[in-house]
């Protein structure tokens, strides 16, 4: 259930301020992360004891979009509400096209997530949703912590910010346009990405990879620029912007309040942002160990995916001019299925297709630390 509460009327969060005990868990923030945890939990059953999810913005969650490779497999669990099984990448003189044979793209709208996590929380009667914010740490059994974290922290940064538009007539767009026109700018690269979103819908968005946060306002309007020139603009309208700034690795941990989970819990992929899938699968996780064993671990990545991200954010960072060249010559050696397994980083494997398809100059040279001699 979702309970209202303003910040006069909230007693002090070191007690749960619904009840006199404390509760089994408390979840501070109900974006992805915290409200993934919180639904798998309400599937569960009759829990040890007393869920709450503090969040004082929980309508934030409708202006995002979250995309991720699957497979038929996990197409039940992660439940997306568009797919395509065709993207492409390119530069001005270079272009990439896939065709999946057992994993497809896939897109849920933050309005989807937000909606069916509220019902299944909703049905059960041990878990609240409270629409407030929390300044220090709640006492609780088991704190979980998906607090944004500072962007001081980030070693890189991707931010993006997206325009989607709706069309008079169907688009006629099937496609994924996943890294599209990218080149090298000042500290990082940038690329475009467009995203189908039915027939009459479609979403544009700029992105950077960079040593310093871009300027939302700078992306919207290359957005704007981009619709013009490739579409007649009495066809559409906009209905929707969305921009973020995602850590792509850390430069220092934060101090969490309990278990880290999302992003703050090394849930986001350091190379690619990309952490829908992941987040779904560990929150999973993390709730039946809960109730099975009132007791779990936090999110660890294998240790060869962190040191392979950490390679590519090195390249970005000392050679951003050799990014957009690199990443289409290993999208040409990969078959379409392994280069999705390559960007969600599911197993060892995908690491050794990735090393297989690489430009052995640049990435031995960036193993050498001789960037210079890319």
């Not at 096209?97 to 909606?115: A, K, P």
């Not at 980030?154 to 910010?161: C, D, N, V």
């Amino acid at each position: 259930m979702t309970r209202n509460y303003t910040e006069d009327s909230t007693p002090d969060r070191g007690s749960t301020g619904l009840e006199n005990m404390v509760p089994w868990v408390h979840i501070v923030g109900g974006g992805l992360s915290g409200l993934s945890l919180a639904s798998s939990l309400a599937r569960l059953g009759r829990l040890p004891g007393e869920v709450i999810v503090s969040e004082p913005n929980l309508d934030a969650l409708v202006s995002k979009t979250f995309s991720f490779w699957f497979d038929a497999t996990e197409q039940e669990f992660l439940k997306p509400e568009f797919s395509s099984d065709t993207w492409t990448l390119g530069t001005d003189n270079l272009q990439v096209t896939h065709q999946g044979s057992s994993f497809r793209y896939g897109t849920r709208t933050g309005r989807n997530v937000l909606e069916q996590a509220l019902r299944a929380i909703d049905h059960h009667p041990q878990i609240s949703v409270v629409e407030e914010a929390v300044h220090v740490q709640p006492k609780a059994l088991h704190c979980f912590d998906s607090r944004p974290c500072n962007i001081d922290s980030f070693q890189l940064t991707q931010s993006f910010a997206g325009t989607e538009v709706l069309f008079d007539q169907p688009h006629g767009i099937s496609q994924i346009g996943l890294m599209n026109e990218m080149q090298r700018i000042t500290n990082g690269i940038r690329f475009v990405y467009t995203l189908p979103l039915g027939s009459h819908r479609l979403l544009v968005e700029h992105t950077d990879f960079t040593t310093v946060p871009s300027d939302f306002s700078t992306l919207k309007d290359l957005n704007s620029r981009y619709l013009e020139q490739h579409f007649d603009v009495s066809r559409f309208r906009s209905i929707r912007m969305e921009a973020a700034h995602i850590p792509m690795g850390f430069k220092h941990q934060s101090i969490n309040w309990g278990t880290p989970i999302g992003a703050r819990g090394g849930m986001t992929r350091d190379a690619t942002g990309y952490g829908y899938r992941t987040i779904r699968f560990a929150c999973h996780k993390i709730a039946k160990d809960l109730v099975k064993y009132n007791s779990t671990k936090p999110y660890r990545q294998l240790k060869m995916t962190t040191w392979a991200d950490q390679l590519f954010l090195n390249l970005i960072k000392q050679r951003p001019d050799v990014i957009p060249k690199t990443l289409i010559q290993m999208a040409n050696k990969m078959s379409p299925d392994q280069f999705a397994q390559f960007m969600m980083m599911r197993s060892p494997t995908d690491l050794i297709h990735m090393f297989r398809a690489a430009p052995v100059k640049s990435f031995t040279c960036a193993l050498l630390g001789r960037y210079q001699w890319i």
